[in-house]
């Protein structure tokens, strides 16, 4: 299982909140510091601060990079609007395009998805479906478990329920949603509003 930081770690809060949030901690530690320190140490109180303003420069980063309501709205729509024969094409094109060597399984998985000797289950059927619950979450588990795949991607166009995200997290699933999908599919609003 991959190495993750603790969602409630200070840093990992940081990180989902607004990027000034780190550099204003940043810029008063490194004032207080300043203030604080003897007088042959003040030089060194600025850099108190330098783990929160390098939180601060990535996550200005990740939210500048991050696509906008308006661009995953689109995504999500233009996603809904597509065949399942067409969907299915346009996410294994995205797969194999991000390196996965792609093939189509039975069961509670669409595809199997290879990289780096690791398989990943994908599961998209039910991407229209208006909330994800945990019971193909589950079933999902159960054929992770039972193939001894690496990790499951559950692509969803709609909502996700509160106890599928909390079962997905503990099962460490990817949850490919929301900005997620955009990343995954990013030409996909911009597909779905040449066809409209």
């Not at 003040?42 to 308006?70: C, E």
């Not at 990289?115 to 999902?140: D, F, M, N, P, Q």
């Amino acid at each position: 299982m991959p190495l993750r930081m603790s969602e409630n770690s200070l840093f990992a809060v940081l990180l989902r909140s607004p990027w000034w949030i780190s550099v204003a901690i940043a810029a008063a530690l490194g004032v207080g510091a300043t203030a604080l320190f003897p007088k042959d140490m003040r030089a060194l109180g600025p850099f108190v601060g330098l783990p929160f303003a390098v939180i601060g420069m990535v996550a200005a980063w990740r939210q500048w990079r991050a696509p906008s309501a308006a661009r995953i709205a689109a995504t999500a729509r233009a996603a809904a609007a597509m065949s399942w024969r067409d969907f299915a094409i346009a996410l294994q094109a995205a797969l194999e395009r991000d390196g996965y060597v792609v093939e189509k399984c039975g069961g509670a998985a669409d595809f199997a998805a290879q990289k780096g000797g690791r398989t990943t289950l994908v599961a998209a059927r039910r991407w229209k479906a208006a909330s994800l619950g945990i019971e193909t979450l589950r079933e999902l588990e159960a054929e992770r478990v039972r193939r001894e795949a690496y990790e499951v991607m559950v692509v969803v166009a709609g909502e996700i329920s509160e106890n599928a995200r909390r079962y997905a997290h503990d099962h460490a699933m990817l949850l490919a949603a929301g900005a997620e999908l955009v990343r995954l599919l990013p030409d996909l609003a911009d597909a779905g509003k040449a066809r409209a």
